[in-house]
């Protein structure tokens, strides 16, 4: 599934690059929602982006991530559903991330937004509690840290301001992946919960291998 949401959205951000009425009408313009009804607009601009780097960017990011989160959605939703699981809560992540930029800028005609960067940064957690300790090479620091990195740096740059990135859309992106996962895997499979603090408590260095882990804890 993650190589399908891959897919389609490098065809839907090709076609918007190249058709300017397409990319307006797939932008998150709160305006647009609350005087004109437009609420597709909460999904939309998740799969169109400002340019190749920023698609390029965050594909790439889904695909390191969303694979890992996918296979831990086998775990709670059993290989039927697992697919539906999954993509259900990559939408509900472009919805939840962009959601309190909607109450913000509701009035702010010379708002917008677009790109799958909230979704994307909902999929950090599920591969965070997979892996805790498996280390990134840029910054150099193991997952769970980057998870915790990453919120507070994007509430720090939400607050700060001054620059062109939807940090907002950033932090509540992976609030929202943190919270979604947590409630899904207590209900569903509490195992996955009970193994990543295990493995949490079982410290690893970056050059140091990676015995094999179950998904499903």
Not at 59 to 67: E, K, R, S
Not at 166 to 181: D, M, P, S, V
Request: with cysteine; charged share 10%; hydrophobic share 50%.
């Amino acid at each position: 599934m993650t190589i399908i949401i891959i897919i389609f959205t490098c065809l839907v951000s090709w076609q918007a690059f190249n058709r300017p009425e397409l990319r307006a009408k797939m932008l998150f313009y709160p305006t647009a929602v609350k005087n004109r009804g437009e609420y597709y607009r909460f999904l939309s601009h998740g799969f169109i982006h400002a340019d190749f780097m920023h698609l390029l960017f965050n594909m790439y990011a889904l695909y390191i991530f969303g694979g890992i989160a996918e296979a831990t959605f086998t775990c709670l939703f059993g290989p039927t559903l697992s697919k539906l699981g999954y993509l259900l809560f990559y939408l509900v992540a472009i919805v939840a991330s962009s959601y309190v930029s909607y109450l913000r800028h509701q009035d702010n005609p010379g708002y917008a937004s677009l790109g799958a960067s909230g979704a994307v940064a909902a999929m950090i957690w599920p591969y965070v509690m997979f892996d805790p300790w498996s280390w990134f090479i840029f910054p150099p620091l193991p997952a769970f840290l980057l998870g915790i990195a990453y919120i507070a740096y994007s509430h720090y740059a939400d607050k700060r301001g001054g620059d062109n990135i939807g940090h907002n859309a950033h932090l509540w992106g992976a609030i929202f992946g943190l919270l979604a996962y947590v409630v899904l895997c207590l209900f569903l499979e509490p195992d996955i919960l009970t193994a990543f603090v295990e493995r949490l408590m079982e410290p690893r260095g970056m050059n140091s291998p990676r015995s094999y882990f179950d998904p499903c804890g």
